[in-house]
């Protein structure tokens, strides 16, 4: 069975920098698209950010210019420093990917178990 593991939430102050980090554990194949996603209190989940095998990125427009995706294959990891924080970034943060357990599988998708990031004005 795989799991995402995430590390690196916390507390910061408004303009701060936090740097999350998820790795994949498990029986992995390979891993296609590896993101992050975050639900902040009474709203709906929402893309942050997502990077391919390859590397091709996508990043909501609320986080473009401050948050960089990145990506370690050799790791089956997924990072995302976070920069200039807003109070309104405040959510919990979930890594996501979607993997193939064995070349004969179809693609199946997990979550981590979410890290809470509180930003403070």
């Known amino acids: 069975q795989v799991q995402l593991v995430e590390s690196g939430g916390g507390l910061v102050h408004a303009g701060g920098s936090l740097r999350l980090s998820c790795a994949a554990s498990?029986?992995?194949?390979?891993?296609?698209?590896m993101g992050w996603y975050r639900q902040a209190p009474g709203k709906q989940r929402e893309l942050v950010a997502s990077?391919?095998?390859?590397?091709?990125?996508n990043y909501a427009d609320s986080v473009k210019g401050r948050f960089a995706i990145s990506r370690d294959n050799a790791k089956n990891a997924v990072y995302l420093q976070m920069n200039s924080l807003k109070p309104e970034d405040t959510a919990v943060y979930y890594c996501?990917?979607?993997?193939?357990?064995?070349?004969?599988?179809?693609?199946?998708?997990?979550w981590g178990q979410g890290t809470l990031v509180t930003v403070s004005s």
């Open positions: 996501n990917a979607d993997y193939l357990g064995t070349m004969y599988d179809e693609y199946r998708e997990v």
């Open positions: 498990g029986r992995i194949f390979s891993i296609n698209v």
């Open positions: 990077i391919t095998t390859f590397g091709r990125i």
